[in-house]
């Protein structure tokens, strides 16, 4: 009895040797669980480097405008390695007291943290001076709570370092979806930003945004308002995942004019619909699409009020013309991209209808590959317009290829010749042109060809 007593002792501490091993093993993988994890949370947003891509064959022949400093306006850009080695990924505009800001953001119901803190800024008090804080290689998109912080740590920064309220700081990032802001690095450079604030600086500021990007973005114009000089100065980035609402796209535009914020804001609303609301490169938004337009009132014209005025109407021209200009370049800069495509849409129902169609040919697959092998298939637009939910009639469409008549009638064109299609399709710049022939709707947008580059350049974008 007592032999028995003696080996249940035993097999007890044996069991109890085993339990505490088998403890010890478990917290051992424990942590070198959490340390695995760590690393991988570390890697999320290690800098990497990567080569750029070769610049798009669509680019402006004269490279980068000689773009005017506009008073009351400073850049400054900085290597924070946010994403990558080596690459200017952070820029900073100071703007100065009395300086007005309007806006327009993407419509995305996952839209990230620095969309959502601009929109509650916007329309605020313009009395204090204000900046502008954007980041490259990461879009601070889903990334929960965290990225609000984000954001928050970012502008405080610089609200603290220029001296300005933290309300008039207005922050952009731009890059993958999903993965932390490394935000300490941008905040360990605010200083250097700071230092490096220089009003002929733009060129840096216009660099230091882009991501898929193959050449940096700029565009200007000039006008007189009340006798007074005004220019009008903007950069933008976009190359992929661009298509209305509002079209990853940032623009930042600069002018000296001086006009109310209410005025300027309804002009940009207005610009915007037929500038980045009329472009697409995939049919896909952005998270985190942002324009921004800041107006410093440096140029001493007499403030614009009412956008129905002479003054006004001429300056909305002038800042529309910037606004296209800088939508057409996103399109030429493509993912991938080697030709320039404008779809104009007529005789349509009403302009609703019209801008359907455009849409529905712009974004098609069939249109854009076939544009990009240089095939005439006109077949493919006739079925882009019948997809597009707009009203039409067969017999009464037309389509074009520029000035050549390809169909109309029902039927293709007796005029119409392919190898007149085919040659036309080597152009780089193109013009698809359809006509309902039911109403007086009309709508123009911009799109580009699909190509094999836009895979390679998507399939390992995270890279």
Not at 2 to 8: F, G, V
Not at 45 to 52: C, H, R, S, Y
Not at 191 to 206: T, V
Not at 261 to 274: D, F, G, H, K, P
Request: net charge neutral.
């Amino acid at each position: 009895m007592a032999d028995d007593k003696k080996k249940k002792l035993k097999k007890k501490a044996k069991q109890d040797k085993s339990s505490a091993k088998g403890a010890k093993a478990m917290a051992k993988a424990l942590k070198k669980a959490e340390k695995m994890a760590a690393k991988v949370g570390r890697a999320l947003v290690a800098t990497v480097t990567k080569a750029p891509n070769p610049v798009s064959p669509l680019a402006p022949k004269d490279g980068f405008p000689n773009l005017p400093e506009i008073a009351g306006v400073e850049f400054s850009a900085v290597a924070a390695g946010v994403k990558y080695q080596g690459r200017k990924d952070v820029m900073l505009a100071r703007l100065a007291p009395g300086t007005a800001i309007a806006g327009a953001f993407t419509r995305s119901a996952t839209r990230s943290a620095p969309v959502l803190d601009c929109q509650a800024k916007i329309g605020g008090d313009s009395t204090a001076g204000a900046a502008i804080i954007v980041n490259s290689g990461n879009s601070n998109a889903f990334t929960g709570a965290g990225g609000q912080d984000a954001v928050t740590r970012i502008t405080s920064a610089v609200a603290q370092a220029l001296d300005i309220p933290e309300l008039r700081v207005f922050s952009s990032s731009t890059g993958v979806i999903g993965q932390p802001l490394p935000d300490e690095r941008i905040t360990a450079k605010i200083d250097d930003l700071r230092d490096g604030l220089s009003g002929a600086a733009i060129a840096d500021a216009a660099a230091a945004i882009m991501t898929t990007d193959t050449f940096p973005k700029g565009a200007l114009a000039t006008l007189e308002l009340d006798g007074m000089p005004v220019k009008i100065a903007g950069i933008a980035k976009g190359s992929g995942m661009i298509a209305p609402d509002m079209a990853t796209m940032l623009v930042y535009v600069f002018t000296d004019a001086a006009i109310s914020q209410t005025a300027l804001q309804r002009i940009v609303s207005r610009q915007n619909e037929t500038s980045f609301n009329a472009i697409t490169v995939d049919s896909d938004t952005s998270t985190s699409d942002t324009l921004l337009v800041a107006a410093t009132g440096a140029a001493g014209n007499a403030p614009i009020e009412k956008t129905n005025s002479r003054d006004g109407k001429a300056f909305e021209a002038a800042l529309g013309a910037v606004m296209l200009n800088l939508a057409h370049q996103v399109v030429r800069d493509g993912e991938g991209a080697t030709k320039f495509v404008e779809v104009n849409v007529t005789g349509a129902e009403n302009d609703p209808d019209a801008r359907r169609v455009a849409m529905a040919i712009a974004n098609s697959p069939l249109v854009k590959t076939a544009i990009a092998g240089e095939d005439p298939n006109w077949g493919r637009i006739v079925m882009a317009v019948g997809k597009s939910g707009a009203a039409a009639d067969r017999d009464r469409l037309t389509i074009r290829f520029g000035d050549i008549l390809v169909a109309e009638n029902g039927w293709v064109s007796p005029e119409y010749s392919e190898d007149a299609g085919a040659g036309y399709m080597k152009q780089q710049d193109l013009a698809i042109n359809v006509d309902l022939g039911l109403g007086g709707g009309k709508s123009t947008v911009w799109t580009c060809d699909l190509t094999h580059q836009y895979i390679t350049i998507n399939a390992d974008y995270r890279s």
